[in-house]
């Protein structure tokens, strides 16, 4: 079965002249579904069977659970906002497909620009179709909020493809994080649609002045029908959110009331469990942390950096307690891990290889600041709840110069070294 | 005060203060205080049983004697014992250096302990083998011409003292000449009942330091011999600060010298006493302290050297990585290294006269019938080795080992410099999600493999390339491969952008190609890191 398919696959292959575009495609997909038969020439004769596809391949495993829990929050928040189903399994059919509906699609237009983009810079260069963009197109999904227009999502992912990668030669030498640097085009060009209070749940708006649930044509003309069918629960249009609600995050609680305000409206257990709005994949705390040790475990992200980058929120968290001068600075350090999305950018944002600083030492400094600055943005400046996208992209322009300086640190001590072993 | 009295102190202070703050405590965290009063005191009680029995343990293990080589007895292990940092009690007295760097990479096709039977008839002397050799030598026989083992074969025009000798007593039956002439090959059928040309012994005891390496030069014997930086010819008019010799390969299926130099003790130490004679500095010897006893005696019964002891994965075998733990070279310093076959080799010349350039030469890999070890003299003819092998085009035979050896043909022949050949599959095959679902075991050093997680199964390995060249993306999987205070990563980006000054700073002159081969074998990218290492030894060393 395998032979009469790779015979299949190697009968459709495009001429490379007559159709360059389609034969990048072709191979684009070709050393997907199988791995080249190329052999080692000069150098090591055998080789290491890990790769960059596979590396990649194992991030996008760790955010699994995140893509499972975030597709199910989207439809939890949208109901609780409505005052239905609280309870985790109660209409799970409706939460779970709701999520569906809002996720798919940010995944789809997120890849298939990202991807596309990909391509046709692949076959304009000549070189094969590089792994890049696997995890960006699956990290860019689970930080952006559930309800973004798609049309503005396909524009930061160009934008980020383009300017922040393409532009500066490909995979691998991009300065910043491609899934952030779309996220923060948003941030600054759509600020409406990514900050406040009334865009982390989805599928409300605003009729006469009142929140209501409203929901597309796949969910009333395609859900409904066949949740009738099995005689199940549907989705109601036109319901008002409960009163007095209000979509905050615990960030812009916090920001505005302190630790009271946020505790007044989410349980510390409840934010560690993801029960809250949010960006899609951020929310549930212990996922997360699973990915994150799964990468560590299997030693593809730096635990240096995300060692680092908590030991600079402690530090600056504890700080900032004793300085205690707003109410966003009396909530206790420890429970910054919960609020906001600090685990899943100290996960799977900041330890990004290629934009990060390069050498051990240097990781230390850069995970440090980012957890420093990051908290400094989040507690200290009324704009922007958040500071984790801002303090990576911040520290990833730096990285190179960290990387500098420990290099030269490293120069000077093999010099020194050499002196010493000289007059001995 | 002892363990026990300590542990049932601070337990009883512990409680104490508890009792206390519980006592003072009332409402709802009283209920929370004893609930965990009561956990406290379940784990002190099972802290004391096994306490107890764990010295009760300690105790008989004494009683009955046990415990005299220094094993610990007891219920819960020793932390160093989960660590594994205890040194096996050869290695007490001695320099020890150790690296938690490296990989071991786990293959199949070992060469068992025994002496093939293998007739080889064809050798050859390659000028390409020998770096840093000028273009094209001075040939100095014709084909038809028979010639000694010793006899000279060419010699470089750079330096016309160089001698490069037969290994073998035989007719010249081909010159293969290249482009513009040069040489590639000069092929001996070798005789026979071999003979050998003698030389004036000289006398270690007596000889200086001139005499001696013209005598060497002038039987061919110096090019047994590498100098660094740059793991080129020697020069012969400079005096080495050190001479450097690693008595364990550990390369993959790399031959057991212990094995191969067995019963040679006399020469070898009669070798070393040569060396020392060569060098200003001292003649140093890089020992295994990785096995549970000491190495082979042949190496640790040497005198007039310098010992240490290296524990640790490959490349820790590298004479590279131990020169750089032992006395790094700067720039300017001039060292020279040579394999410990070669060492008895000279030996012999200083004991007999006679130029016998025969080693052991181990056949590995996973592909063949038989491994094992052969004796022969350098440049044997691969078809004679393997004769009795079935090697296809599906084969790739390999002059080395799989990480920095040379590929050769069927009718090619092993190089000088080499101990050992493999012979492992070409890869030539697509594989169905062959980088996600790998059916068949590949060794790697990244644990998202499951031979890898279960602590290094072994494999066959194939020469696919396993997936395609990227650029740098994975930072610091260089760092864990070599065992050297060197920024790899950093090292190769200034090569490929030719920044001349940072390879020096950065210590380009401490590696070459072998050092480096584990990080190339590593490489998510699929960079050509020996080629580019290269590439930046030859910029260094035209520069001058």
């Given at each position: 079965m395998k032979n009469s398919l790779l015979s299949f696959f190697l009968k459709i292959e495009p001429d490379k002249k007559k159709s360059p575009f389609m034969h990048t495609l072709y191979d684009g997909f070709f050393t997907f579904a199988f791995?080249?038969?190329?052999?080692?020439?000069?150098?090591?004769?055998?080789?290491?069977?890990?790769?960059?596809?596979?590396?990649?391949?194992?991030?996008?495993?760790?955010?699994?659970?995140?893509?499972?829990?975030?597709?199910?929050?989207?439809?939890?928040?949208?109901?609780?906002?409505?005052?239905?189903?609280?309870?985790?399994l109660e209409g799970f059919h409706l939460k779970i497909f709701y999520g569906l509906v809002q996720i798919l699609p940010l995944f789809v237009v997120a890849n298939v620009v990202g991807l596309g983009i990909e391509f046709f810079y692949a076959y304009k260069k000549g070189h094969g179709i590089e792994e890049g963009f696997l995890v960006s197109g699956a990290l860019i999904p689970l930080v952006m909020p559930p309800a973004l227009p798609l049309w503005i999502l396909a524009i930061s992912v160009a934008f980020a493809v383009i300017i922040g990668k393409e532009?500066?030669?490909?995979?691998?030498?991009?300065?910043?994080?491609?899934?952030?640097?779309?996220?923060?085009?948003?941030?600054?060009?759509?600020?409406?649609?990514?900050?406040?209070?009334?865009?982390?749940?989805?599928g409300l708006e605003k009729v006469d002045?009142?929140?209501?649930?409203?929901?597309?044509?796949?969910?009333?003309?395609?859900?409904?029908?066949?949740?009738?069918?099995?005689?199940?629960?549907?989705?109601?249009?036109?319901?008002?959110?409960?009163?007095?609600?209000?979509?905050?995050?615990?960030?812009?609680?916090?920001a505005k009331g302190g630790w009271e305000a946020v505790t007044a409206r989410f349980t510390p257990e409840q934010m560690f469990w993801g029960n809250i709005p949010g960006s899609v994949g951020e929310t549930h705390k212990l996922f997360v942390l699973m990915g994150a040790g799964l990468l560590i475990y299997l030693g593809i992200a730096s635990w240096r950096i995300m060692v680092s980058m908590v030991l600079g929120l402690v530090v600056t968290g504890i700080l900032l307690n004793m300085w205690d001068a707003t109410p966003a600075m009396n909530v206790p350090w420890y429970y910054h891990f919960s609020m906001g999305s600090f685990l899943f950018a100290m996960a799977f944002m900041a330890t990004d290889p290629v934009t990060a600083a390069a050498t051990d030492r240097g990781k230390l400094i850069y995970g440090f600041f980012i957890g420093a600055i990051g908290l400094v943005i989040r507690v200290l400046n009324p704009a922007y709840p958040e500071g984790w996208m801002l303090a990576i992209l911040f520290m990833n322009v730096f990285a190179p110069l960290i990387d500098h300086f420990v290099v030269e640190g490293h120069i000077s001590k093999r010099k020194s070294r050499l002196t010493k072993l000289a007059n001995s | 005060m002892n363990r026990g009295k300590f542990l049932f102190l601070s337990l009883s202070l512990l409680l104490g203060s508890l009792t206390e703050v519980a006592?003072?405590?009332?409402?709802?965290?009283?209920?929370?205080?004893?609930?965990?009063?009561?956990?406290?005191?379940?784990?002190?009680?099972?802290?004391?049983?096994?306490?107890?029995?764990?010295?009760?343990?300690?105790i008989e293990a004494k009683r009955i004697g046990a415990d005299k080589d220094g094993n610990h007895f007891g219920l819960m292990p020793r932390f160093y014992e989960l660590v594994g940092t205890k040194l096996p009690a050869y290695l007490k007295n001695e320099k020890v250096i150790i690296s938690k760097k490296g990989f071991d990479i786990p293959l199949e096709g070992k060469a068992e302990a025994e002496n093939l039977n293998v007739s080889v008839h064809r050798f050859s002397v390659n000028p390409a083998n020998f770096k840093g050799i000028s273009p094209i030598p001075k040939v100095l026989v014709e084909i038809g011409d028979s010639v000694k083992a010793g006899d000279p074969i060419f010699y470089d025009k750079s330096q016309p003292d160089f001698i490069f000798s037969?290994?073998?007593?035989?007719?010249?039956?081909?010159?293969?000449?290249?482009e513009k002439r040069a040489i590639n090959e000069i092929v001996i059928l070798a005789d026979k009942t071999q003979q050998y040309k003698t030389f004036d012994k000289p006398n270690i005891a007596t000889v200086s330091r001139e005499e001696l390496v013209k005598s060497l030069a002038s039987s061919g014997l110096m090019t047994l011999f590498l100098q660094r930086p740059?793991?080129?010819?020697?020069?012969?008019?400079?005096?080495?600060?050190?001479?450097?010799?690693?008595?364990?390969?550990?390369?993959?299926?790399?031959?057991?010298?212990?094995?191969?130099?067995?019963?040679?003790?006399?020469?070898?130490?009669?070798?070393?006493?040569?060396?020392?004679?060569?060098?200003?500095?001292?003649?140093?010897?890089?020992?295994?302290?990785?096995?549970?006893?000491?190495?082979?005696?042949?190496?640790?019964?040497?005198?007039?050297?310098?010992?240490?002891?290296?524990?640790?994965?490959?490349?820790?075998?590298?004479?590279?990585?131990?020169?750089?733990?032992?006395?790094?070279?700067?720039?300017?310093?001039?060292?020279?290294?040579?394999?410990?076959?070669?060492?008895?080799?000279?030996?012999?010349?200083?004991?007999?006269?006679?130029?016998?350039?025969?080693?052991?030469?181990?056949?590995?890999?996973?592909?063949?019938?038989?491994?094992?070890?052969?004796?022969?003299?350098?440049?044997?003819?691969?078809?004679?080795?393997?004769?009795?092998?079935?090697?296809?085009?599906?084969?790739?035979?390999?002059?080395?080992?799989?990480?920095?050896?040379?590929?050769?043909?069927?009718?090619?022949?092993?190089g000088f410099y080499d101990d050992q050949i493999t012979v492992v599959a070409e890869g030539k095959n697509y594989e169905l999600f062959g980088w996600l679902l790998p059916l068949d075991m590949r060794p790697s050093v990244s644990k998202t493999f499951p031979g890898t997680l279960l602590g290094g199964v072994a494999s066959a390995a194939n020469t696919n390339n396993r997936g395609e060249k990227r650029a740098f993306v994975v930072t610091g999987e260089y760092d864990r491969l070599l065992p050297m205070d060197i920024l790899p990563q950093q090292l190769f980006k200034a090569i490929v952008v030719n920044d001349v000054e940072k390879m020096e700073n950065l210590g380009i002159h401490e590696l070459v190609e072998e050092d480096v081969a584990l990080c190339e074998f590593g490489c998510t990218s699929k960079q050509p890191l020996q080629s580019i290492l290269r590439s930046g030894l030859d910029v260094i060393k035209a520069e001058g």
């Amino acid at each position: 079965m395998k032979n009469s398919l790779l015979s299949f696959f190697l009968k459709i292959e495009p001429d490379k002249k007559k159709s360059p575009f389609m034969h990048t495609l072709y191979d684009g997909f070709f050393t997907f579904a199988f791995a080249p038969n190329h052999v080692t020439k000069g150098g090591v004769h055998v080789r290491d069977g890990m790769d960059l596809k596979r590396l990649m391949f194992h991030v996008v495993i760790a955010l699994q659970l995140c893509y499972l829990f975030g597709t199910y929050n989207i439809g939890q928040q949208h109901f609780s906002a409505l005052g239905m189903y609280e309870g985790f399994l109660e209409g799970f059919h409706l939460k779970i497909f709701y999520g569906l509906v809002q996720i798919l699609p940010l995944f789809v237009v997120a890849n298939v620009v990202g991807l596309g983009i990909e391509f046709f810079y692949a076959y304009k260069k000549g070189h094969g179709i590089e792994e890049g963009f696997l995890v960006s197109g699956a990290l860019i999904p689970l930080v952006m909020p559930p309800a973004l227009p798609l049309w503005i999502l396909a524009i930061s992912v160009a934008f980020a493809v383009i300017i922040g990668k393409e532009a500066f030669g490909g995979t691998g030498m991009n300065v910043l994080n491609i899934a952030l640097l779309s996220r923060v085009f948003i941030f600054f060009a759509y600020p409406t649609t990514i900050s406040g209070d009334d865009v982390w749940v989805a599928g409300l708006e605003k009729v006469d002045g009142v929140w209501t649930a409203s929901y597309n044509f796949i969910v009333t003309g395609v859900l409904n029908p066949v949740f009738e069918s099995f005689g199940w629960a549907t989705y109601q249009n036109g319901i008002a959110v409960v009163d007095g609600y209000s979509g905050a995050t615990p960030l812009s609680l916090a920001a505005k009331g302190g630790w009271e305000a946020v505790t007044a409206r989410f349980t510390p257990e409840q934010m560690f469990w993801g029960n809250i709005p949010g960006s899609v994949g951020e929310t549930h705390k212990l996922f997360v942390l699973m990915g994150a040790g799964l990468l560590i475990y299997l030693g593809i992200a730096s635990w240096r950096i995300m060692v680092s980058m908590v030991l600079g929120l402690v530090v600056t968290g504890i700080l900032l307690n004793m300085w205690d001068a707003t109410p966003a600075m009396n909530v206790p350090w420890y429970y910054h891990f919960s609020m906001g999305s600090f685990l899943f950018a100290m996960a799977f944002m900041a330890t990004d290889p290629v934009t990060a600083a390069a050498t051990d030492r240097g990781k230390l400094i850069y995970g440090f600041f980012i957890g420093a600055i990051g908290l400094v943005i989040r507690v200290l400046n009324p704009a922007y709840p958040e500071g984790w996208m801002l303090a990576i992209l911040f520290m990833n322009v730096f990285a190179p110069l960290i990387d500098h300086f420990v290099v030269e640190g490293h120069i000077s001590k093999r010099k020194s070294r050499l002196t010493k072993l000289a007059n001995s | 005060m002892n363990r026990g009295k300590f542990l049932f102190l601070s337990l009883s202070l512990l409680l104490g203060s508890l009792t206390e703050v519980a006592a003072q405590t009332n409402g709802e965290g009283s209920q929370f205080l004893l609930n965990s009063l009561f956990v406290i005191a379940a784990l002190v009680f099972f802290a004391i049983v096994i306490q107890v029995s764990d010295n009760l343990m300690a105790i008989e293990a004494k009683r009955i004697g046990a415990d005299k080589d220094g094993n610990h007895f007891g219920l819960m292990p020793r932390f160093y014992e989960l660590v594994g940092t205890k040194l096996p009690a050869y290695l007490k007295n001695e320099k020890v250096i150790i690296s938690k760097k490296g990989f071991d990479i786990p293959l199949e096709g070992k060469a068992e302990a025994e002496n093939l039977n293998v007739s080889v008839h064809r050798f050859s002397v390659n000028p390409a083998n020998f770096k840093g050799i000028s273009p094209i030598p001075k040939v100095l026989v014709e084909i038809g011409d028979s010639v000694k083992a010793g006899d000279p074969i060419f010699y470089d025009k750079s330096q016309p003292d160089f001698i490069f000798s037969s290994p073998v007593s035989g007719e010249i039956v081909e010159i293969k000449r290249g482009e513009k002439r040069a040489i590639n090959e000069i092929v001996i059928l070798a005789d026979k009942t071999q003979q050998y040309k003698t030389f004036d012994k000289p006398n270690i005891a007596t000889v200086s330091r001139e005499e001696l390496v013209k005598s060497l030069a002038s039987s061919g014997l110096m090019t047994l011999f590498l100098q660094r930086p740059f793991n080129i010819l020697p020069n012969l008019s400079i005096v080495p600060r050190d001479i450097f010799i690693s008595t364990f390969d550990s390369a993959p299926l790399a031959p057991d010298l212990g094995y191969v130099l067995k019963g040679q003790e006399i020469t070898f130490q009669a070798g070393c006493e040569a060396l020392s004679k060569l060098t200003s500095g001292k003649v140093y010897l890089g020992l295994d302290g990785n096995g549970d006893t000491d190495a082979a005696s042949i190496f640790t019964g040497v005198t007039g050297v310098e010992k240490y002891y290296f524990r640790g994965k490959h490349p820790i075998g590298n004479v590279g990585v131990q020169i750089h733990h032992i006395k790094p070279i700067s720039p300017e310093d001039k060292v020279w290294t040579i394999n410990v076959q070669d060492v008895a080799i000279i030996g012999k010349f200083m004991l007999e006269g006679i130029v016998d350039q025969t080693r052991m030469l181990a056949i590995t890999g996973a592909e063949l019938k038989h491994t094992g070890y052969a004796k022969v003299p350098f440049g044997a003819s691969m078809s004679d080795l393997l004769s009795s092998e079935e090697v296809t085009e599906e084969h790739r035979i390999i002059s080395g080992d799989v990480l920095s050896g040379t590929q050769v043909s069927k009718e090619g022949f092993v190089g000088f410099y080499d101990d050992q050949i493999t012979v492992v599959a070409e890869g030539k095959n697509y594989e169905l999600f062959g980088w996600l679902l790998p059916l068949d075991m590949r060794p790697s050093v990244s644990k998202t493999f499951p031979g890898t997680l279960l602590g290094g199964v072994a494999s066959a390995a194939n020469t696919n390339n396993r997936g395609e060249k990227r650029a740098f993306v994975v930072t610091g999987e260089y760092d864990r491969l070599l065992p050297m205070d060197i920024l790899p990563q950093q090292l190769f980006k200034a090569i490929v952008v030719n920044d001349v000054e940072k390879m020096e700073n950065l210590g380009i002159h401490e590696l070459v190609e072998e050092d480096v081969a584990l990080c190339e074998f590593g490489c998510t990218s699929k960079q050509p890191l020996q080629s580019i290492l290269r590439s930046g030894l030859d910029v260094i060393k035209a520069e001058g």
